[in-house]
Structures are given as C-alpha cells and as structure tokens.
C-alpha cells in the first residue's frame, strides 16, 4: 500500500477520535459530580464527535483512496529504539472506529436509562469514555508499544466495569478473573512484541517497518512463527479463545451495557484486529502457525456453541455465543488473505447485531429483575419494541438472508471452500446451525409462552429502546455493505496486499440459509412448547458435561489457581520466612557471636593486658613500699651504702 | 718517728677508743663520758697540730657545753640506764658499711699520699692569723653565723616551750 | 713534723666509727652524739689539710664547723626533746609514722 498524497482533514485529525474520549474522560472525572446530568453528557459528546470523525475519516476511503495515512510525533529514544506517538488510517482502521465509536455511543446513550439512579454512576461514565479511549487508541496506533498501552488500559478499564457493582463478591472474583486471565494471554503477546522488535534490531516498534523487514525477508521464518504464535496468545486471552475462555462468561456480572460494549463489540475484538493488523507476521510464519490459529478457531466455536445451549442465564447464552462467534473470525483469519477480509467483515457485522441483542436482553432483565430466562416468558406483549429488535438480531447472528450475519458467514464458508479448508467448512456451517437452534431457544424461552416470573414487567424508557432501534436499523442494512451483488464495498476497504475477488457461490449460500432454518425450526420443535424443565436435560451425561463448562473451570481452579494461591505461595512464605530470614537472621546472630568474641577479646586480653600493666605497677609498689619502714636509720643506711657504691664506681671510672 | 708523732699516736689511739666506746657503751651516760674523752683527745690532736685557738675553743664548746647539753637531754627524755639493748637490729648492715667506708677512705689516703713526703710543719702559732682571717677575708660568712646561732636560739626556745593555750 | 696520712688515718677511723654510730643506735641522743663524732673527724682533716698547705682557711672553717655544730645539736636536742613529749619514747626504730 502507498500513503496517501493529499489526506484530508478527517485524516489528519484523525488522532482526535482517540484523543476525545479520553478528554471527556478526565472532565467527567474531575467535575462529572456538578454537572447536570451526573457527567454523562461529556462522553456523550465526546464519542458523538468521534463518530462524526471516524465517518469522515471513513468517507476518505470511500472516495477511492487506496492507500494508508501515518503521522506520529517522535516521543524519545533508547539507545537505537525509538519510541513514537502516532497513527496510523487504512481501511481497516477506518472501519473499526467507526464500529466502536457507533457501538460506544450506543451503550452511552443507553446507560442513561439502564444506570439511572446508580451510586457511581459519574464513575461509571468516566470509566467507559476512558475505555472508548483505549481501545481507539489500539485501533490507531501505528507501532506496537502504543498499542500495548491501549490493550493494557482497556484489560483495566474492563476489569473496573465488571467490578462496578463490587460490593457483591461475585462480581469483585468476575473481575479479577477477567483480568488475569487475560493477562496470561498478554505475557506470550508481549514476548512477541519483543521478538518484533528484536528482528528490527531493537530500532522501532513501528508497525509498517517491521512489516516491511519482515516481508522483505529480513527475519528467519522460525523466529516470525515464533512471533505469529505468541501473538496469538493475546488473541486467546484477550478474544476469549480456547482455553483461555473462561473469563468470558463470569464477565458478564457487569452491567449489560458493559457487556454490550467490551465483550461483544469492542475489546474482544480487539484480539482479532491484532491478528489481522499484523497478518503479515502470520503469512510469514511457517504454515502450521495458521493451522494452529484454525484449530483453535475450530474447537472455540464448537465447544461455545454447545455450552450455550445450556445457559439458563440470557446474558451467558449470549456471552457464549459471543466466544463462538469470534471463533468464527479467528477462523476466518487462518484461512489466508481472504479469510482475513471474511473474519474482518464478520466482526464489523457481529459488532452491530451482538451489542443489539446484549442491550436487549438488559432491558429484559431492566424489566424483569432477574437473568434467568426460566423466569421470563410471554414477554412479547409486554416490551414490542424490545422484541422485534431482539428478534432481528437474533435472526442476524443466525444467519439469515438479508440480514447482516448472512453475508459475513456466507464469506466464511466461500473462502474455507475455495481454500480447501473441507474440515472448517464443516465446522463452520455445523456451528451455524447450532447458533441458530440455540438463540431460537433464547427467544422461546424470553419472550412466548407464559409470563413464569414476579412483577409486572414494563417496556425500557426511550433512552435504551431508541438505541435498539437504531442498531437493529444498522443491523438490517449493513450487512450490505460486504454482499458481493452490491459491489462487496467492505473488501475495498479491508484487503490485504492486493484485492480480493468477491465471489458469490450460490450453492453455499443456499446451504449456510438452509443450516440457519434448520435450526430454527428445531428450536421452534423443542421450545415452543417450553413450561418448566429445559428438554435438553433429558440428554442426560452429556448436558451434564456441558453445563459443567466441560469441567474445565474445575481443572483450572483445582489445577491452578488452588496450587498456586495456596501451595505456593506457602511454599514461598515458609521458603522466605525460613530460610531467608533464617540467612539473615543467622547473620545477624553470626554478627552478634562475632562481636561478643571481640568483646571477650577486648575485656580480657586487652584490657586485661592494660589492667594487668597497672596491677604490675601496683605489685611492684606493693612491693617496693616496703622499704619505706619511717626508720630514718635504715634510710642512712641506705645512703652511706649508696654513696659507697657511688664512690667505687667514680675512682674506677 | 718523732716525738711529736709519738705523742699523736698516743692521743689518737684514746681519741679512737672513746669513739669506740661511744658507740658500743650499753649506759648511755658512759657514752656521753667516753664522748668527752673522745672531743678530749681530738683537742690534744689540734694541739699537736699547733692550732690551739681551734683547741681551746673545742674544749670551750664542745666539752664545755654540747656535751652538758647532751647530758640535760638523756636527763629530760629519761633516758633508760642500765643493760638495755642500745643498738638496733641493723647493727651488722652498720658495722659493714662503715668498714666499707674506712676501707674506702684508707685506700684513697694511701693511694694518694707517699707515706714519707707530707709532713705537717706548722711554723708559728695561730691564733693572731685566724682573728685577722675571720675579721677580713671571711667577715661575712662571721656574720651570717651569728645570725645562725640566733636562729638556732629562738628556735630551740620556740620549739620546746610547753603549750600553755588551753 | 707528724705525717699527714697518720692524722688522715685517725680522721678516717673516727669518721667510721661515727657512721656506724649514726646507723646502729637506737637512741636519738646517741645518734646526735655519733654525728658529733663525724664532725670532728672532718675538723681533724681540715686542720690537718690547713696546717699542711700553711694555709689558715682550714683552721677558720673548723671553727665554723664548731659554730654549726652546737647550733645543730642545740636545735636537735630541741626536736629530740618534742618527740619525747609527744611520743614517750625518743627510741628510733618507734618513729616511723611514716611506715607504709
């Protein structure tokens, strides 16, 4: 790709739509309280700004600009690295501020209604304009260290959001389990940065560069594989891939709007963004690098799709259906160049039609009080609005034509075919029909048959039905942008290296509507007739095994965390308190001897030596005092016998 | 040996007991009579040695009155008469030493004199000499002595007056 | 007409036997009457040496001697007499106060 000649205005202030947020973000820290409004209206603002720029910034492509916009500020140097501040505008990028731009307007706007009356409700909106923030910032950035700091604010941003509610200790462990276990995925992320960075010569951490060096064969392909495969980790942790999925589900004692916006729409995506901004490392690698990243991809989007069919929690049901369909992408990915504009267009859909069911589903849970779906029921008279937006998104994560999900999918399957992925494509088209039977069994279950639950429920203030409408609008439509009888429009944008051919294979696209209308209709057969016991558990050991979560969460806790927290760190503590202290105290206790050794030595030789030099003197005296009887006579003896001696000595001498 | 020698040997050989006696008497009145006999003889000797005024004012002082003051001593201190130990135990250190001291002295006398060259021969008599001498050349160490014997005096009287203050 | 070293020799012996006077006897008076002895032994010398070199300085210091001596033994009788009072005893070895 080349730069861009002449970039516009959207493209040169482009770094504002990061920069906004996270303005908006420190104002409503600092004066949210006084405001009328609590604060909200500042992130409002903000984002509504930067989705008017990411437009624009989007429309420069649109015109048929081909190319890439760079700017960055150089920040300092370390010895040969130099660290920068910048941005860096493709198509990719352009996409992906808009999706979180629009999707974090929606759940702004939203949270007006759905947080109405909280007790950190400023808090709340800070948090959420700094996490906009962040991830935009992962979005723009053009070297790696700018976008490690983004990935790193936005795992804490979304552990304070799932914390919100913190003075229920579930919600605290959610959190704190989000993060680390996110953080696992981030330390072999960042040992690939560092490898990166290493075949650069420890120069630069700018991404262009480093493709370059890398695409110009300057790396051994071991060490680009390596780098491929760590990076991957992050995707793992970060997109709630196996197996390091298991935050994904606790995550979701946030609040929904939340859960709207970080685990469906934005920083999930964030892990398969990563893949497809450094694709170039992952062509590079060795070709069994992508077969990994398919693996993973493959048993993800299973295994989710199995687990939620088994979710009583609507909120679960979509958080699982959520890690299947990033499984989706990170498939997708692994197919090649083409699947990359596939699994990109696919999170561009997800992001619409996900953030629409989630918020929907809160404003179920908003009326009804309660998560489980075994308590709702026959609400399709008491919310409309709710419904028939719940339904289109429903429809669109099934798959269904023309709605947006149909054509990301129908992507997917074209280039497992084309590429000769048999095994995807089956698993591809397999899960299809899976999410379809499982989100027909979430409407059933929510909204016909008869009302199971306490209260009266009532349909959502304006402030969230509006948004549901505007992204059931956008769901309907979008889709459009990637069909390939409209000219695919999304392939223009997203390619990689060189334009991918869109192709529309009819029989593919009659067998993933098929799949979607199967499944459908044995929701339809099983749930319609739902009263009080879930039919599936007739399945007996196996809808044990899966409402378990495959036991899997058993394995790490038993396996890990238990081991670790207390095991180890007894271990440690005993380690530290025996034999450390023990050396330092035993050296203390080696100075103490060493000095009552000196001690002794200076009382008794020393001293004694000094002492015994005046009990010598002492003796003598004693002994010599003898002599003084007070007789004069003996002295005049002593005198004349003196002078005697005197006298012999001076006639001789 | 000439009859002036022989006389001195004679007085010598009485100075000479008396001093030994002195020393040895176990009565201390005795030694105070052998002592007058001792400062006797030693007159003799200046007499021999033609020195009368030096004789006469031995006899005058000496025997005259520091024997009779010795003797009002051993009367006021009651001096023990009769067979009572008078010497110390030292007596053998004593008797050493002074041999040391007379061998000492012999032998510096013999050793620097010839027993034959020195004679004494004294040519006129003395006394008209001495007077002129202290009167002349030695007037002041004759004053000073005056002096002396005045602060010998008042000190003696000062010294054992009795203590009459209460 | 006498020989010198004759009159030196008696001075010598007198000298001696007062030593060991002064050193040997218990009685202070007899150790002042001892001292008395040396003094005269010295006046002998002096004498002696005067009459030997015509010179008559020998015979004037003897006097001075004399002089001196009864001042001495005046103020020794006086000292002796003190100790008597104090001590009851003028016997020698007794006064040692000053004994370790």
């Given at each position: 790709?080349?730069?861009?000649?002449?970039?516009?205005?959207?493209?040169?202030?482009?770094?504002?739509?990061?920069?906004?947020?996270?303005?908006?973000?420190?104002?409503?820290?600092?004066?949210?309280?006084?405001?009328?409004?609590?604060?909200?209206?500042?992130?409002?603002?903000?984002?509504?700004?930067?989705?008017?720029?990411?437009?624009?910034?989007?429309?420069?492509?649109v015109e048929g600009e081909r190319g890439f916009y760079e700017a960055s500020l150089s920040w300092f140097q370390i010895g040969q690295l130099h660290m920068e501040v910048g941005v860096y505008v493709d198509g990719l990028t352009a996409i992906m501020v808009v999706v979180v731009t629009a999707i974090s307007l929606c759940v702004h706007v939203y949270s007006l209604g759905y947080m109405k009356g909280d007790?950190?409700?400023?808090?709340?909106?800070?948090?959420?304009?700094?996490?906009?923030?962040?991830?935009?910032?992962?979005?723009?950035?053009?070297?790696?260290?700018?976008?490690?700091?983004?990935?790193?604010?936005?795992?804490?941003?979304?552990?304070?959001?799932?914390?919100?509610?913190?003075?229920?200790?579930?919600?605290?462990?959610?959190?704190?389990?989000?993060?680390?276990?996110?953080?696992?995925?981030?330390?072999?992320?960042?040992?690939?940065?560092?490898?990166?960075?290493?075949?650069?010569?420890?120069?630069?951490?700018?991404?262009?560069?480093?493709?370059?060096?890398?695409?110009?064969?300057?790396?051994?392909?071991?060490?680009?594989?390596?780098?491929?495969?760590?990076?991957?980790?992050?995707?793992?942790?970060?997109?709630?891939?196996?197996?390091?999925?298991?935050?994904?589900?606790?995550?979701?004692?946030?609040?929904?709007?939340?859960?709207?916006?970080?685990?469906?729409?934005?920083?999930?995506?964030?892990?398969?963004?990563?893949?497809?901004?450094?694709?170039?490392?992952?062509?590079?690698?060795?070709?069994?690098?992508?077969?990994?990243?398919?693996?993973?991809?493959?048993?993800?989007?299973?295994?989710?799709?199995?687990?939620?069919?088994?979710?009583?929690?609507?909120?679960?049901?979509?958080?699982?259906?959520?890690?299947?369909?990033?499984?989706?992408?990170?498939?997708?990915?692994?197919?090649?160049?083409?699947?990359?504009?596939?699994?990109?267009?696919?999170?561009?859909?997800?992001?619409?039609?996900?953030?629409?069911?989630?918020?929907?589903?809160?404003?179920?849970?908003?009326?009804?009080?309660?998560?489980?779906?075994?308590?709702?029921?026959?609400?399709?008279?008491?919310?409309?609005?709710?419904?028939?937006?719940?339904?289109?998104?429903?429809?669109?994560?099934?798959?269904?034509?023309?709605?947006?999900?149909?054509?990301?999918?129908?992507?997917?399957?074209?280039?497992?075919?084309?590429?000769?992925?048999?095994?995807?494509?089956?698993?591809?088209?397999?899960?299809?029909?899976?999410?379809?039977?499982?989100?027909?069994?979430?409407?059933?279950?929510?909204?016909?048959?008869?009302?199971?639950?306490?209260?009266?429920?009532?349909?959502?203030?304006?402030?969230?039905?509006?948004?549901?409408?505007?992204?059931?609008?956008?769901?309907?439509?979008?889709?459009?942008?990637?069909?390939?009888?409209?000219?695919?429009?999304?392939?223009?944008?997203?390619?990689?290296?060189?334009?991918?051919?869109a192709l529309f294979v009819p029989w593919i696209a009659v067998a993933s509507t098929l799949a979607a209308l199967l499944g459908i209709a044995a929701g339809y057969g099983l749930y319609n007739s739902y009263r009080e016991r879930d039919p599936l558990r007739s399945l007996g050991a196996a809808y044990t095994l899966v409402s378990n979560k495959y036991y899997l969460d058993d394995i790490y806790w038993k396996?890990?965390?238990?081991?670790?927290?207390?095991?180890?760190?007894?271990?440690?503590?005993?380690?530290?308190?025996?034999?450390?202290?023990?050396?330092?105290?035993?050296?203390?206790?080696?100075?103490?001897?060493?000095?009552?050794?000196?001690?002794?030595?200076?009382?008794?030789?020393?001293?004694?030596?000094?002492?015994?030099?005046?009990?010598?003197?002492?003796?003598?005296?004693?002994?010599?005092?003898?002599?003084?009887?007070?007789?004069?006579?003996?002295?005049?003896?002593?005198?004349?016998?003196?002078?005697?001696?005197?006298?012999?000595?001076?006639?001789?001498? | 040996?000439?009859?002036?020698?022989?006389?001195?040997?004679?007085?010598?050989?009485?100075?000479?007991?008396?001093?030994?006696?002195?020393?040895?008497?176990?009565?201390?009145?005795?030694?105070?009579?052998?002592?007058?006999?001792?400062?006797?003889?030693?007159?003799?000797?200046?007499?021999?040695?033609?020195?009368?005024?030096?004789?006469?004012?031995?006899?005058?002082?000496?025997?005259?009155?520091?024997?009779?003051?010795?003797?009002?001593?051993?009367?006021?201190?009651?001096?023990?008469?009769?067979?009572?130990?008078?010497?110390?135990?030292?007596?053998?250190?004593?008797?050493?030493?002074?041999?040391?001291?007379?061998?000492?002295?012999?032998?510096?006398?013999?050793?620097?004199?010839?027993?034959?060259?020195?004679?004494?021969?004294?040519?006129?008599?003395?006394?008209?000499?001495?007077?002129?001498?202290?009167?002349?050349?030695?007037?002041?160490?004759?004053?000073?002595?005056?002096?002396?014997?005045?602060?010998?005096?008042?000190?003696?009287?000062?010294?054992?007056?009795?203590?009459?203050?209460? | 007409?006498?020989?010198?070293?004759?009159?030196?020799?008696?001075?010598?012996?007198?000298?001696?036997?007062?030593?060991?006077?002064?050193?040997?006897?218990?009685?202070?008076?007899?150790?002042?009457?001892?001292?008395?002895?040396?003094?005269?032994?010295?006046?002998?010398?002096?004498?002696?040496?005067?009459?030997?070199?015509?010179?008559?300085?020998?015979?004037?210091?003897?006097?001075?001697?004399?002089?001196?001596?009864?001042?001495?033994?005046?103020?020794?009788?006086?000292?002796?007499?003190?100790?008597?009072?104090?001590?009851?005893?003028?016997?020698?070895?007794?006064?040692?106060?000053?004994?370790?």
């Amino acid at each position: 790709m080349r730069a861009i000649a002449d970039p516009g205005a959207f493209l040169t202030y482009s770094w504002l739509i990061a920069f906004l947020p996270a303005m908006s973000a420190v104002l409503t820290l600092f004066i949210g309280k006084r405001t009328p409004g609590k604060g909200s209206v500042y992130g409002i603002a903000a984002v509504g700004a930067s989705l008017v720029l990411s437009l624009g910034v989007l429309w420069s492509f649109v015109e048929g600009e081909r190319g890439f916009y760079e700017a960055s500020l150089s920040w300092f140097q370390i010895g040969q690295l130099h660290m920068e501040v910048g941005v860096y505008v493709d198509g990719l990028t352009a996409i992906m501020v808009v999706v979180v731009t629009a999707i974090s307007l929606c759940v702004h706007v939203y949270s007006l209604g759905y947080m109405k009356g909280d007790v950190r409700f400023t808090w709340f909106y800070v948090v959420l304009s700094l996490f906009t923030s962040a991830m935009l910032v992962v979005v723009l950035s053009n070297n790696l260290f700018q976008l490690l700091v983004g990935w790193e604010v936005m795992g804490v941003c979304s552990y304070l959001l799932i914390g919100h509610w913190w003075e229920d200790h579930v919600n605290s462990s959610s959190a704190i389990k989000a993060f680390i276990t996110t953080r696992v995925g981030d330390v072999p992320f960042m040992f690939g940065i560092f490898i990166l960075i290493f075949i650069t010569g420890f120069t630069t951490s700018n991404i262009p560069e480093i493709g370059e060096i890398v695409s110009g064969g300057g790396a051994s392909v071991g060490l680009v594989s390596a780098a491929a495969l760590l990076l991957f980790g992050g995707t793992i942790g970060k997109s709630a891939q196996f197996p390091l999925h298991v935050w994904l589900p606790d995550a979701m004692a946030g609040p929904t709007p939340v859960s709207a916006l970080i685990h469906a729409a934005t920083m999930v995506a964030a892990g398969v963004y990563l893949v497809g901004r450094l694709f170039f490392v992952f062509t590079d690698a060795d070709p069994i690098v992508l077969q990994i990243v398919g693996i993973v991809g493959g048993i993800t989007m299973l295994g989710a799709a199995l687990m939620a069919f088994v979710q009583d929690d609507i909120k679960r049901v979509l958080a699982y259906s959520t890690i299947s369909q990033l499984a989706y992408m990170v498939a997708g990915m692994s197919m090649g160049p083409a699947g990359r504009t596939g699994g990109l267009f696919h999170l561009f859909t997800h992001a619409f039609f996900k953030a629409l069911l989630f918020l929907g589903s809160g404003a179920v849970i908003h009326a009804v009080h309660t998560n489980n779906m075994s308590e709702m029921g026959g609400l399709r008279k008491k919310m409309p609005i709710t419904f028939w937006t719940f339904l289109i998104g429903s429809l669109a994560l099934a798959g269904v034509p023309p709605l947006a999900g149909f054509w990301s999918k129908d992507e997917l399957l074209v280039v497992a075919d084309h590429g000769g992925h048999q095994v995807l494509f089956v698993v591809l088209l397999l899960t299809a029909l899976l999410t379809a039977f499982y989100m027909t069994r979430a409407v059933l279950m929510t909204f016909f048959g008869e009302f199971r639950g306490h209260g009266e429920p009532h349909e959502a203030p304006r402030t969230m039905t509006g948004v549901l409408v505007a992204l059931a609008t956008a769901t309907v439509f979008v889709g459009l942008l990637g069909s390939p009888q409209l000219g695919a429009v999304f392939g223009q944008w997203v390619f990689f290296e060189e334009l991918e051919e869109a192709l529309f294979v009819p029989w593919i696209a009659v067998a993933s509507t098929l799949a979607a209308l199967l499944g459908i209709a044995a929701g339809y057969g099983l749930y319609n007739s739902y009263r009080e016991r879930d039919p599936l558990r007739s399945l007996g050991a196996a809808y044990t095994l899966v409402s378990n979560k495959y036991y899997l969460d058993d394995i790490y806790w038993k396996g890990i965390v238990r081991p670790v927290r207390d095991d180890l760190s007894a271990g440690v503590y005993w380690f530290n308190q025996r034999i450390l202290d023990g050396i330092v105290n035993g050296t203390a206790t080696l100075t103490k001897t060493l000095a009552n050794g000196v001690s002794w030595f200076d009382q008794t030789v020393i001293d004694g030596a000094v002492n015994g030099l005046a009990n010598i003197a002492g003796f003598t005296g004693g002994l010599l005092r003898y002599i003084q009887s007070g007789n004069v006579q003996r002295y005049a003896v002593f005198l004349f016998t003196g002078v005697v001696v005197l006298a012999i000595i001076f006639t001789r001498i | 040996m000439t009859g002036a020698e022989i006389a001195f040997v004679i007085v010598g050989i009485a100075a000479v007991v008396g001093a030994f006696r002195v020393v040895t008497a176990r009565n201390v009145v005795r030694a105070a009579l052998y002592l007058v006999v001792t400062l006797s003889a030693v007159a003799g000797v200046y007499l021999l040695l033609a020195a009368e005024f030096v004789a006469w004012v031995q006899i005058l002082i000496y025997v005259g009155a520091i024997v009779i003051l010795f003797l009002f001593g051993l009367m006021l201190t009651k001096a023990p008469i009769g067979r009572e130990a008078l010497d110390n135990q030292r007596r053998g250190v004593a008797f050493l030493v002074a041999l040391a001291i007379l061998a000492g002295l012999v032998y510096l006398i013999q050793g620097a004199f010839d027993w034959d060259a020195p004679r004494i021969d004294p040519l006129e008599g003395s006394v008209a000499s001495v007077g002129t001498s202290l009167f002349s050349r030695f007037v002041l160490p004759f004053e000073v002595i005056s002096l002396l014997l005045l602060a010998a005096l008042i000190g003696a009287i000062v010294l054992s007056r009795k203590e009459d203050r209460p | 007409m006498i020989r010198l070293p004759l009159v030196l020799f008696l001075s010598a012996a007198l000298f001696s036997t007062g030593v060991y006077g002064v050193l040997a006897r218990r009685n202070a008076v007899l150790v002042l009457m001892s001292i008395e002895l040396m003094l005269n032994a010295v006046n002998i010398n002096l004498v002696a040496f005067g009459q030997a070199l015509h010179d008559i300085t020998g015979q004037v210091f003897a006097l001075f001697v004399i002089t001196v001596a009864a001042a001495e033994v005046g103020i020794g009788l006086a000292i002796v007499i003190l100790i008597y009072r104090n001590r009851e005893t003028i016997n020698v070895d007794e006064v040692n106060l000053l004994k370790w």
